[in-house]
């Protein structure tokens, strides 16, 4: 009878800890994933700011020695990410090549002017910033126009803005279910040794001694959560790299990682906290009351 006993008890307890396990490694593998559609939405939104290209044309006056001159600018020039001469002979051909017919034969000349398209850092392709550059450039005497889409630029930085907001709104949220949800599980890892550890108290332990075990428990029940989770994360990861490499989803590694080690980091945090309350609340307990 009592090693039935004994082996009903054993099933629980495991049952207990895989629960708590399997809580910690679900919930933090939603963060994880939503830590590094985090980190990956800046950066596919950084390429795509970078890829709206402002074109500088150049007057017919324009001579050689102003071309290089403005070619040192922007090497020089911190916003500049690349940027490429592009002759009037050569958008005459690219036109050519579009519309599939030499218009220049109807014309007689080459209308088109030389000019510079210019792809801007991230960081710069803001409303102000470009608008500062623009007027930078049109301080010399030898541009003829400077166009990029505004419309463009304006749509994506308010859409970014949306999109960051509502991200930080759902990572609030599911950052208090996943306190929650391990904090339940931790719960009732503890109810059922309530017993226990009023037994302890009552023949002396201090709070400290018999909170010390379940603690320990917890965080590397935790940490085992937690591992599972980053093994899963690293195997998301390899396989969305693998089959989507355009993405780059593996470029910050530095940021990867830190993504990571936060979720190595949460899964032990919380555990502790959890269990340190819960251990609390039934050492503050009065006996009648564990019934």
Known sequence: MSSN?????KRRLISSYFSVVLSVFLVLFLLGVLGLFIINSKQLADDFKEKIAMTVFFKNEANDSIIKAFNTELKRAPFARSFVYVTKEKAAKEHTDIIG?????????????????????????ERDSIVKIENRFRKNAMISDIVYDKQLVNLVNDNIRKVSMWILIISGFLTVIAVLLINSSLRLSI???????????MVGATKAFIRKPFVMRSVKLGMLGAGLAIIALIALLLY?????????????????????VAVFGLGVLITWVSTHFATQRFLNLRTDDLY
């Open 240 to 260: 969305v790299d693998t089959n989507f490499p355009g993405l780059g989803i593996l470029e910050d590694k530095a940021l990867t990682g830190l993504v990571l």
């Open 191 to 201: 109810h059922s040794n309530r017993f226990i550890i009023k037994t302890m108290q």
């Open 5 to 9: 006993f004994d082996k009903f008890q």
């Open 101 to 125: 017919e030499d218009f220049l034969t109807f014309l007689g000349e080459n209308p088109l002017l030389n000019s510079y398209d210019i792809h801007l850092k991230a960081d710069y392709v």
